[in-house]
């Protein structure tokens, strides 16, 4: 008698089917997103006129063509590596990583992921409504004489913004199917800037150093690196949002492997951006001045008017998608924050409060330089933090107590993670000293310069500070001081040693065992 079949199938759900799922850990049968729509999430949240900017900066500093090619390559292909393992956590606890990182700062010190990526999310939407509006009515100003007024910025940012409140409203499935038309469609769009600029192109664009002996030149090249590296790590605390709708039985190279590729694949925005800054350099110098550098005006005053339009759809899909990547894993993380509020309700109220900035910083207090500022340093401050995660990640083997990592959100006790009343003061101590002392060594001139940002002759290196302080004092700490046995699961620790300190039972607020969530979490003996 054959036996029926006991697979559990997978939940389909309709794009217009508003998600529900919050930072609760996903059940396996709604979990049926593969690593190519992970690719397409990463890849369409940078494949936009934002990543564009980035990739002129090597001109604004002088290098060339070559050069500047080098600089990019260097650095995304430096923060590709950095960014993939995070991927790794969504999967593995079908959750977002802030939540995930519970295991590593504590139950309490998650608000770390939570606050950066709600400082990072503010900040890069912010920066996409503008460079996409802006990009979008001076195209239109000159494809059909709309006027470039307050009035008509004012349109475009909230058009921009209500779409993008309204895809992460719907949640994942929607975003999903946006990024799918996104990536497909500005991909086209920017290779079809090779017939609108191509003839007006020199790859030999000589830059203003004479030689890399120039004493400029290595802080200059290097600076370009970073900015370019900055772009992957922006990524870093979102990237668990989208991947925990992946089984968590995906071989974790093919994960890892999505992440990589997809940034990657922003050579092809960057290289734009690189090649469009070398023509302005030479057709309309005004635009790329390092003390008032403006590659959208450059960019629409050197281009065909065929291609106007093509721009504008660039910026209408470019600020679609970005906003919608930055914007979802904000409002998704700061439901787990107020428990009170569901997704939903998090998201609305995070995106009216963006939108709110995206006005009031741009028409009434001019914050559109300072707040680029403010997104390079919350990047500095994330670094060390993805260090700290991808450590912990190797050292517990990829192991992970989901129970435990939900004790935060379920307003209860105890647990593997507990650690110090909440805080696991290695990780915390780890973080928060590396993204101080990386904050020092930040210089960008005119804008902020720490007070250790001259010491590499003008290079800016706060991030590989950043980045190699959290690995060495992380490790450091682990090792001086090893965390319980019980956190590192059945297979113990690699690389570190573990103590025979217990861990609590989970229980709720007024101490009470919480049913099966304490057995789940009882304490472990070596």
């Given amino acids: 008698m054959p036996q029926p079949d006991r697979r559990v199938k997978p939940v389909t759900t309709s794009i217009t089917e508003i998600e529900t799922h919050g930072v609760e850990r996903i059940p396996d049968e709604d979990r049926s997103a593969r690593p190519i729509d992970l690719f397409r999430l990463a890849f369409g949240g940078a494949n936009t006129f934002a990543t564009c900017v980035l990739g002129a900066f090597p001109v604004l500093l002088g290098l060339s063509f070559p050069q500047g090619l ?21 999967p593995a606890n079908g959750t977002n990583n802030a939540v995930s990182s519970s295991a590593h700062l504590g139950v309490h ?22 460079s996409s509006g802006d990009a979008l009515i001076g195209g239109a100003h000159r494809l059909a004489g ?24 719907y949640g994942f499935r929607f ?15 920017f290779v079809l800037g ?9 790859p030999g664009y000589a830059g203003t150093f004479d030689s890399t002996a120039d004493p400029l030149f290595w802080p200059s090249f290097i600076g370009a690196a970073l900015i370019v590296l900055s772009n992957p790590v922006s990524f870093g605390a979102f990237l668990g949002d989208w991947s925990r709708y992946i089984p968590a039985a995906t071989p974790r190279r093919r994960v890892m492997g999505a992440a990589f590729l997809a940034q990657l694949a922003t050579l092809l925005p960057f290289v734009f951006g690189l090649a469009t800054a070398s023509v302005i350099a030479t057709k309309a110098a005004k635009y790329v001045d390092p003390a008032a550098p403006n590659y959208v005006g450059g960019l629409l005053a050197i281009s065909p008017g065929w291609y106007f339009l093509p721009l504008c759809l660039i910026a209408l899909i470019g600020g679609l998608s970005t906003g919608t990547t930055a914007l979802y894993g904000t409002g998704l993380d700061f439901s787990s924050v107020f428990p009170r509020f569901s997704r939903v309700r998090a998201t609305f109220l995070i995106g009216a409060l963006s939108i709110a900035f995206v006005f009031l910083g741009r028409f009434a207090l001019n914050l559109t330089q300072s707040i680029s500022t403010f997104a390079t340093l919350i990047v500095t401050c994330t670094a060390p933090w993805m260090i700290v995660m991808v450590i912990g990640y190797v050292t517990r083997r990829g192991w992970y107590d989901a129970e435990a990592l939900q004790v935060f959100n379920r307003r209860q006790r105890g647990g593997r993670y507990w650690f110090t009343h909440g805080w696991n003061w290695r990780g915390m101590s780890a973080w928060l000293v590396s993204a101080v002392v990386a904050l020092l060594f930040v210089n960008l001139p005119g804008q902020f310069v720490g007070p250790l940002g001259d010491l590499a002759n003008g290079a800016d290196i706060s991030l590989p500070v950043g980045l190699a302080l ?10 001086a001081f090893p965390e319980p046995r019980a ?32 057995t789940a979490s009882a304490p472990e003996r070596t």
């Fill in 487 to 518: 956190v590192y699961g059945p297979d113990g620790p690699r690389l570190v040693r573990a103590s025979a300190a217990h861990t609590p039972p989970i229980t709720d607020s007024q101490g009470s065992p919480d049913g099966l969530s304490a």
């Fill in 175 to 189: 975003m999903l199917l946006v990024n799918k038309v996104a990536v497909t469609a500005a991909s086209a769009l």
């Fill in 470 to 479: 959290a690995a060495v004092s992380y490790l450091g700490l682990l090792a």
């Fill in 194 to 202: 090779a017939f609108a600029f191509g003839g007006d192109f020199d």
């Fill in 70 to 90: 080098a600089a990019t390559v260097l650095g995304l292909f430096a923060g590709a590596l950095l960014l993939a393992p995070m991927a790794l956590f969504g």
């Fill in 109 to 130: 010190g998650r608000i770390v992921g939570s606050f950066l990526s709600l400082l990072t999310a503010i900040a890069f939407f912010s920066i996409s409504v503008w």
């Fill in 146 to 169: 709309v006027p470039e007024s307050e009035v008509s910025y004012g349109i475009a940012y909230a058009v921009f913004a209500v779409l993008v409140l309204v895809v992460c409203i």
